[in-house]
């Protein structure tokens, strides 16, 4: 198999997984209210292919390879109801960003009060 017939091999392989049922999972209803789960896809691939020897040897030579990878990050849902419509996000970065912040100088500061 030649490097462009695996390339499209493999992001063939890839496209068929992460598809819009990745994207946006399965509705959940209950209680009067519709949830779809909504993540983000990350993939990537590379391959590679080889042939003949190296230098002036008489010794043939082949490769190949090939790689891919797939990441799914959840990002938050879609909530239908009588009431508007709306996206809740799972996590804010600020947020986020503030609650590590927060538990490093409480690490510290409690590290600080045991060594005493």
Known sequence: ?????LLQS?????LGHAGVKTVYGEPITAQGKTVIPVAKI????????G???????SATGEGGGGGAGVRTIPVGVIEISDQP???IPITSRKKLAAAVVGGILFGLLFARRKRR
Not at 1 to 5: H, K, L, N, P
Not at 43 to 49: I, L, N, P, S, V
Not at 51 to 57: E, P
Request: glycine share 24%; proline share 0%.
């Open 1 to 5: 198999m030649g490097s462009v017939a």
């Open 10 to 14: 493999l992001r063939e392989s890839i």
């Open 42 to 49: 990350v993939y990537g691939f590379g391959a590679g292919a």
């Open 51 to 57: 042939t003949g020897g190296v230098g002036n040897s």
């Open 85 to 87: 419509t709306r996206f």
